[in-house]
């Protein structure tokens, strides 16, 4: 009965967040209410609040839910790096970028970002940034790999190089979410302008 519970449990929670993700879009963060989540996740308010404190809870949920599947596709672009260090980096960086407005729009991101710099001692900022750090792990342990296979620099620091590159990647995406207008080709083509030279100078000649 237990696991029977259990996967109750995650489909209600599987629906309030598909409920957020097309409310939000819909109709902007702001304007939706936990009561029109509720409704049409068809679950009861009260169950929402079981489940969420606030509806920023909720809006960082739905960036972890983003957050987790870029993982679990970085990770097999981590098995095997494509061959040539800006292929690699970039691959692994679009892989980001495309799927970043999945579920979340620019304004959603926005408002996720606000939050988190708002009040970063809160569990919703601890769990923004940390997601964060998780990313920025997984462009190191990237690195390390090319290294490790020889394309890049032994000498190279390459935990410094992670986060040099993550930072840089971060805010362009900061730069995209704050810009209506900006592309998705606009953010890739600038950002693979910067890395490339970046990748030229670690790479083993």
């Keep these: 009965m237990s696991g029977l519970r259990e996967k109750q449990k995650a489909d209600r ?6 409920a957020a993700v097309t409310k939000f879009r819909a109709d902007g963060y702001r304007a ?3 009561e029109d989540l509720a409704e049409m996740a068809e679950v ?10 606030t509806k920023g809870d909720i809006l960082i949920a739905t960036v972890a839910m983003e957050v987790e599947e870029v993982l679990t596709a970085g990770e097999q672009i ?10 690699a980096l970039l691959t692994l960086i ?3 970028y495309d799927h970043s407005l999945e579920y979340l729009s620019k304004e959603m991101w926005r408002t996720a970002m606000a939050l988190a710099i708002e009040a970063p001692g809160t569990p919703n900022g601890r769990r923004y940034f940390e997601l964060d750090q ?20 032994p ?5 410094a190089m992670g986060t040099l590159l993550f930072n840089n990647l971060n805010q362009m995406f900061l730069e995209f979410v704050r810009n209506d207008a900006m592309t998705l080709k606009a953010l890739r083509d600038q950002v693979a302008a910067q890395t490339r030279p970046i990748a030229q100078l670690i790479a083993v000649s």
Excluded: K, M, W
């Design 134 to 153: 998780r990313l920025a792990a997984q462009v190191t342990e990237l690195v390390i790999a090319l290294q490790d296979r020889g394309d890049v620099r």
């Design 32 to 34: 939706v209410r936990i």
């Design 155 to 159: 000498d190279l620091d390459a935990r």
């Design 78 to 87: 981590l098995r095997d790096p494509p061959h040539g260090v800006s292929a």
């Design 94 to 96: 679009f892989s980001y």
């Design 44 to 53: 009861s308010v009260g169950t929402v609040y079981n489940y969420y404190q």
């Design 13 to 18: 929670e599987r629906r309030i967040l598909q």
